[in-house]
């Protein structure tokens, strides 16, 4: 991979876990803690649900390594702990889904159109929650049944029950691959899906602290409590129901996205495996069925979908056409740093002393500051007429970013100097890269 390539892809890695973030506050947050002090403190298993205002209050903890981990975080490290115990998630998350896509997609376009598309249905999914855990399971699934590393398929289901139910999703999974590879004649191979599925229910039967209870709940809660939790908890209504379909744009834009990922799969030239479509009929369906499900459908998209996508997209932009672009890396250098920062630093802005809301912390540094600077003197260097006065402008969007209330003098100040550090850095790494381009070239003739 080259320079170029590597920037714009870590600096839309490092967009999506800045806007994932801004996720809000998961409503169980508390319960989860309260579950795993339970645990920790009584050493036994919480067996009811005393948090809970439904009817029913018969419970398993079906997300035990979750919440231990969760509370270990909180307890340790406060805030802080729980903010870097979610960026370790969605690092994993987002870092998968971004390398599948660029190894299927080779075109820039393509690749952000299907990325874009992913991360808007995601984006309600990156709440701090054991779903997540669900999302990154499914994702390794996937990769191990393409790879036909069929025997990892024992440890991963045994490892995905301590830290989510939704195993199950990904025991139907691998069913359903068994049912590809029998419908396409390869019952070998299907056979050994079956068995090493079965061994890690049997694992998860054996040393899942609940034991069979664990599967009689997860059987109970399909069957029955789903009829009650559907009226209470908005999340296990379907996508049509008026609280969404009439109210909730966000809902609605995500109805037509997966439209748009379906239509990708279907029309795509690409021949479709059989497995692929079983796959696609299943999760759409829970998606419209559930809209808890939405994030569930996106991550079996991010996986599929790009090896469909390169003949369904006809763009010519490739990643490598970028690399012949110095103001392009200095650019992707300046917004990598800049949204660095913005994920590390959180400081409230000076607006928010004088009006309640919007609550905003992201004051430190200031980003127009920091890209208008370093734009700017990159310009010098092209044109000095043009850079003088795109300079002049950046002291105007400096000054009227202070007087606005929109940032402290100390933000705009750092985020000056941190343009004028990330110009000089950026130039002399692509100068360096440009460098031992034209050694090779020269080595070669």
């Not at 997540?132 to 994702?139: A, D, E, L, V």
């Amino acid at each position: 991979m080259r320079i170029n390539s590597f920037l714009f892809l870590f600096f839309i890695f490092l967009l999506s876990l800045y806007k994932s973030l801004e996720t809000e506050i998961d409503p169980d947050f508390f319960w989860y803690l309260k579950d795993a002090e339970y645990l920790l403190e009584n050493k036994k298993l919480p067996r009811e649900n005393i948090y809970t205002f439904l009817p029913s209050k018969k419970w398993v903890s079906h997300s035990l390594g979750f919440e231990v981990f969760l509370y270990l975080f909180y307890k340790n490290f406060s805030d802080k702990g729980v903010i870097f115990f979610k960026l370790f998630l969605l690092t994993i998350l987002f870092f998968l889904i971004i390398a599948r896509i660029y190894k299927k997609e080779g075109e820039i376009l393509g690749f952000l159109i299907l990325f874009i598309s992913i991360y808007i249905l995601i984006f309600w999914g990156t709440t701090l929650r054991p779903h997540i855990f669900t999302y990154i399971f499914s994702f390794l699934l996937l990769y191990i049944l393409e790879k036909e590393k069929f025997f990892l398929l024992t440890p991963l289901l045994f490892l995905w029950s301590f830290f989510h139910a939704g195993v199950i999703l990904g025991t139907g999974i691998s069913f359903l691959y068994t049912i590809s590879e029998f419908l396409k004649g390869k019952f070998k191979k299907g056979l050994k899906v079956f068995l090493f599925t079965l061994t890690g229910l049997f694992f998860i039967l054996l040393l899942n602290p609940y034991h069979f209870n664990y599967f009689l709940w997860i059987y109970s809660a399909f069957k029955e409590d789903i009829k009650i939790w559907s009226r209470y908890i908005t999340e296990w209504e379907n996508i049509f129901s008026p609280i969404f379909f009439d109210k909730e744009i966000y809902y609605i834009i995500s109805f037509f996205i997966m439209i748009f990922l379906l239509t990708i799969f279907i029309f795509s030239k690409e021949k479709k495996e059989i497995f692929h479509i079983l796959i696609f009929i299943f999760i759409f369906y829970s998606a419209i069925k559930y809209v808890r499900n939405i994030p569930l459908f996106v991550v079996i998209s991010a996986f599929i979908l790009p090896q469909y996508s390169e003949k369904f997209f006809k763009f010519n932009l490739k990643f490598k056409d970028i690399e012949k672009n110095k103001a392009f890396g200095i650019i992707l250098t300046v917004l990598c740093t800049f949204t660095f920062l913005k994920i590390i630093f959180s400081y409230s802005r000076p607006i928010t002393f004088y009006f309640s809301e919007p609550q905003l912390f992201d004051s430190f540094p200031s980003r127009h500051a920091t890209i208008s600077f370093a734009l700017s003197l990159a310009l010098i260097f092209q044109n000095f007429r043009y850079g003088t006065f795109s300079l002049a402008l950046s002291f105007l969007i400096a000054i009227f970013s202070w007087l606005s209330l929109m940032h402290w003098p100390l933000d705009i100040f750092i985020g000056a100097l941190l343009g004028f550090l990330i110009f000089l850095v950026s130039r002399e790494i692509l100068y360096f890269f440009y460098w031992l381009y034209w050694q090779k070239r020269k080595n070669k003739s």
